[in-house]
C-alpha cells in the first residue's frame, strides 16, 4: 500500500533483478514477451513512479519468465521464456547477441559465478 510503481509493461511483471553493476538499473521480465530495462534515480527518495529512462526489448515469441544479469560482464542480461528459449541481451546495445532453444519451459536458471 501506497508503493510507488514503474509501469513499462503492458501486462504483469513476472520477474526482476537489479543490475550489479550499476545498482540503479532494473531488469525486468513480463507477460508481454518484453524485458524492460529501466533506469531509476539513484537516490531511491527521488523516485516518483518514472523511470529516468526505459527500453523495452523485444524477441521473445511467449510470456518471458526470468531475468539474469551475467556476473561478470557489464551489460550481459539472460531472459528466458514459457517456452524455454533463452535470449543473451547486449543491453548496452539493446539487441540479442545470442538465442537457444532449450525445448521445455524453465523452472529456473543461473550463470556460472565465476563467469
Known sequence: ????KINIHTAKTADFMF????PNVLATAAEDCMVGISVLPENPEDFKGEPNSSTLLEGHQKK???V????TAQGILASI?????????DVEESKEA?????GCA??????NTNG
Open 81 to 89: 521464456d514459457h517456452d524455454g528459449v533463452a535470449n543473451i541481451w
Open 64 to 66: 518471458v519468465d526470468f
Open 1 to 4: 500500500v501506497g508503493a510507488t
Open 19 to 22: 543490475s550489479p553493476f550499476t
Open 98 to 102: 545470442l538465442t537457444i532453444d532449450f
Open 68 to 71: 539474469n544479469w551475467h556476473p
Open 106 to 111: 524453465a523452472t529456473c536458471y543461473a550463470w
